[in-house]
């Protein structure tokens, strides 16, 4: 069975459909009305294991090795390539990686109490700009084969690092929250004071420099769907392909779990199977959907959001520190919003909690429902 794509320009319509519905997840995750009344499948796991949530960022950096696949499509390894598209590359990089320390900073900057000293350096789109530039390189100058071997070195080598480093600590430990080899390079390299603190006073850094290397892996396995797809005129064969690798991805990493924990924070090779596995199985579907029955109607609300996927987010961000830390009376503005509009009417905490979500995540839609009619797009 072969289908037809719907677009002409050579624009998949569900990876932005893909895209878009995982910026609205990470809008609706983000944003709970009270962090203390979160339903588990909306909140992340502690330390081992995974919740649905934890499927989102990787989800991201999925689609952004997908969107590798057509924006790169012309250079493959042995190829020239001109300086205009490193400097593209690079550019971007250092854009995704300004606008995540502006996003560190914007909390302390409303309140007016900025300082330098205390900012944290790294976080989602600092990861999105470092695995993006890691992976577009290689993509540019190695064939798959090679980047199924640097791929695998990755996952072997950091299982290996983590399973034996650092060596005073008890096999155990390595594991822990508190003495892992990927908190002990970041607190050496960026200092205790430039990492995430929230949950303990010795943090692991969720989006940490060693567990980059592994998240590489996860835009390859985005990079390698868009080849998969490019090579057949219509998308049967391919949604067939994504659901039997992403199957067996899955299967892997669950095995997998077993000697090396599947654990978002320190990215663990486990996880990067078992992510790459699932958002393999989600493309196939939105590829079958959109691209194979051309469902155009149901697509476009979603649609609308990918392609203006890091404003939202950055936007949304901005908005949540913002109403955070300035008040109305004696409460912040977040609270106020949730007492006044959620909680005077809703008995659950739970419900009140996640209805507050949704109406971020409709706030946004509307506004690039409203971008979409006049034709605005804003894209880094």
């Known amino acids: 069975m072969e289908f037809a794509s719907t677009k002409s320009d050579g624009r998949l319509v569900s990876l932005d459909v893909f895209r878009g519905i995982t910026i609205l997840a990470m809008i609706l995750v983000n944003n709970p009305?009270?962090?203390?009344?979160?339903?588990?499948?909306?909140?992340?796991?502690?330390?081992?294991?995974?919740?649905?949530?934890?499927?989102?960022?990787?989800?991201?950096?999925?689609?952004?090795?997908?969107?590798?696949?057509?924006?790169?499509?012309?250079?493959?390894?042995?190829?020239?390539?001109?300086?205009?598209?490193?400097?593209?590359?690079?550019?971007r990089t250092a854009v995704l990686f300004l606008l995540g320390l502006v996003l560190n900073g914007s909390g302390m900057l409303f309140s007016g109490q900025l300082d330098f000293s205390t900012l944290?350096?790294?976080?989602?789109?600092?990861?999105?700009?470092l695995v993006y530039c890691a992976a577009s390189l290689l993509v540019l100058h190695t064939s798959v084969r090679t980047q199924l071997i640097v791929a695998a070195a990755l996952l072997l080598g950091y299982w290996g690092l983590l399973a034996q480093l650092p060596r005073?600590?008890?096999?155990?430990?390595?594991?822990?929250?508190?003495?892992?080899i990927v908190r002990e390079v970041d607190v050496a390299v960026l200092g205790k004071d430039h990492m995430y603190t929230q949950a303990t006073t010795q943090p692991t850094e969720p989006e940490g420099l060693l567990s980059t290397l592994p998240a590489?892996?996860?835009?390859?396995?985005?990079?390698?769907?868009?080849?998969?797809?490019?090579?057949?005129?219509?998308v049967g064969k391919?949604?067939?392909?994504?659901?039997?690798?992403g199957a067996v991805l899955v299967a892997i990493a669950l095995l997998w779990n077993e000697?090396?924990?599947?654990?978002?924070?320190?990215?663990?090779?486990?996880?990067?199977?078992?992510?790459?596995?699932?958002?393999?199985?989600?493309?196939?579907?939105?590829?079958?959907?959109?691209?194979?029955?051309g469902l155009k109607r149901l697509a476009r609300p979603f649609e609308i959001v990918g392609i203006n996927a890091i404003f939202v987010?950055?936007?949304?961000?901005?908005?949540?520190?913002?109403?955070?830390?300035?008040?109305?009376?004696d409460l912040t503005t977040k609270d106020w919003i949730y007492k006044e509009l959620f909680t005077s009417w809703i008995d659950s905490p739970v419900v009140a909690s996640h209805t507050f979500a949704a109406a971020m995540v409709a706030f946004w839609w509307i506004i690039l429902w409203l971008m979409s009619r006049k034709g605005w797009s804003i894209r880094v």
């Not at 944290?120 to 700009?129: D, N, Y």
């Not at 005073?168 to 892992?180: A, E, H, L, Y």
């Not at 961000?317 to 009376?329: D, E, P």
């Open 33 to 91: 009305g009270d962090g203390d009344h979160v339903w588990w499948p909306l909140g992340h796991a502690e330390w081992n294991g995974w919740t649905p949530t934890d499927l989102v960022f990787p989800s991201f950096l999925f689609i952004v090795g997908t969107a590798m696949a057509y924006s790169l499509r012309k250079y493959r390894a042995g190829t020239i390539v001109d300086a205009a598209v490193y400097w593209r590359i690079f550019r």
């Open 238 to 245: 391919p949604v067939v392909q994504l659901l039997l690798g």
């Open 259 to 293: 000697s090396f924990p599947i654990n978002k924070k320190l990215w663990t090779s486990s996880f990067v199977l078992l992510t790459g596995g699932c958002s393999m199985i989600a493309f196939a579907a939105c590829l079958f959907a959109f691209d194979g029955l």
């Open 120 to 129: 944290r350096i790294l976080g989602v789109l600092q990861r999105i700009a």
């Open 313 to 329: 987010y950055v936007g949304a961000v901005l908005l949540s520190r913002l109403i955070a830390v300035t008040s109305i009376g």
């Open 168 to 180: 005073d600590v008890s096999p155990k430990g390595r594991m822990s929250n508190t003495q892992n």
């Open 216 to 234: 590489i892996v996860t835009a390859l396995l985005g990079y390698w769907s868009g080849l998969l797809i490019q090579r057949h005129a219509g």
